[in-house]
């Protein structure tokens, strides 16, 4: 049947519109991969901000009232563990640097570190060097508990030992402050433009969705025409045969598929965010599901209205089969 001015424009919109979803599905589905340095830059940050603080609160420990107290009862109060430490209080007061100290110590986990080794090379030695006697300190700890059950062992450093760890080749603010710059300075793509990983996600995934609406509602208009689906046109192609409606069915569960994979991928910076209660990052992640919730949902809204099979069945199917075109 021959196309209409109507049908002719509808075609052409979505088409367009179809190009633009599957490329920026396609870029999607590229922007995982990214994932992977996001995590191990937080991880590198988390590692610098713990060391700096480490040596920021053990120098704040000489002016804590509580823990001057404790030192002039008792001298040797440098070589007892830290758990010991952190269950004494003077009127009621703790040694807050101590806690804070113990604090960081829990966040310098294997999984941290080793995350926080893959992000460059630049960073990678430093780190292993560091590692290096922190393994040693624990199994120092280990050996003079043998029967401690506790899965927490830097409880068991004594100060002078932690004060050891937090020196060694400690970081300074300079390599914290460069450390956040080069956050803030993560390209989106090859464009240049100074994103990371969830603000350009969101990005991409907005305009896909943006251009699948748009998509959706010219394909609702393109069916209000008494010839759809028309000769030369977008659907008159695909409405061919059962293998070509398919193909169109399969082409339109891509984006969708695409964002939720995105946002399935998401799902480690969404625990990270809520360790570190980035609040901004948790907010991205969960624009992201909602994005790809919604993309789901006009998927499903274009294939519940699928390509009219009237005219176009395979002319050798029906013969074979001995019954008329589809109706």
């Known amino acids: 049947m021959a196309p209409t001015e109507h049908d002719i424009r509808c075609a052409t919109a979505c088409t367009r519109a179809g190009v633009a979803v599957l490329l920026l599905a396609v870029v999607s589905i590229g922007l995982t991969e990214q994932i992977e340095k996001a995590i191990e830059l937080n991880r590198l940050l988390l ?3 713990a060391r700096v603080t480490l040596r920021s609160e053990l120098r704040r420990l000489g002016g804590d009232r509580a823990w001057n107290v404790i030192l002039a009862n008792n001298p040797t109060a440098t070589n007892w563990p830290l758990s010991k430490l952190l269950d004494y209080a003077v009127g009621g007061r703790r040694i807050e640097p101590l806690h804070r100290v ?6 310098l ?8 080794r893959r992000y460059s090379p630049k960073y990678d030695h430093a780190i292993y060097e560091w590692e290096l006697v922190r393994t040693g300190l624990k199994s120092v700890v280990l050996q003079r508990r043998p ?3 506790s899965t927490d062992w830097t409880a068991g450093l004594t100060l002078q030992e932690v004060t050891m760890l937090s020196d060694f080749d400690a970081p300074s603010i300079e390599q914290l402050d460069a450390l956040l710059k080069e956050k803030t300075g993560v390209t989106f793509l090859s464009s240049g433009v100074p994103l990371g990983y969830p603000a350009g996600a969101t990005i991409v995934q907005s305009a896909t969705l943006l251009a699948f609406f748009y998509f959706s509602l010219f394909y609702r208009e393109a069916r209000e025409s008494r010839t759809f689906p028309a000769d030369g046109t977008l659907f008159g192609a695909f409405a061919r045969s059962r293998t070509t ?3 169109f069915e399969g082409l339109v569960l891509i984006p969708a598929g695409a964002a939720m994979y995105a946002a399935f991928s998401m799902w ?4 990270m965010g809520l360790a570190d209660r980035n609040i901004g990052s948790l907010v991205e992640i969960s624009a992201n599901i ?3 919730l919604s993309m789901v949902i006009v998927a499903n809204s274009v294939r519940r209205k699928p390509l009219s099979s009237t005219l176009y069945d395979d002319e050798a199917e029906q013969a074979a089969a001995g019954k008329p075109c589809d109706t």
């Open 109 to 116: 986990d294997e999984d941290t570190l080793a995350a926080a």
């Open 290 to 292: 909602a994005i790809a």
């Open 102 to 107: 113990a604090a960081e110590l829990r966040r």
């Open 147 to 149: 029967r401690d059950t």
């Open 268 to 271: 480690p910076l969404w625990r």
């Open 47 to 49: 590692y610098t901000h």
């Open 245 to 247: 409606r398919g193909v």
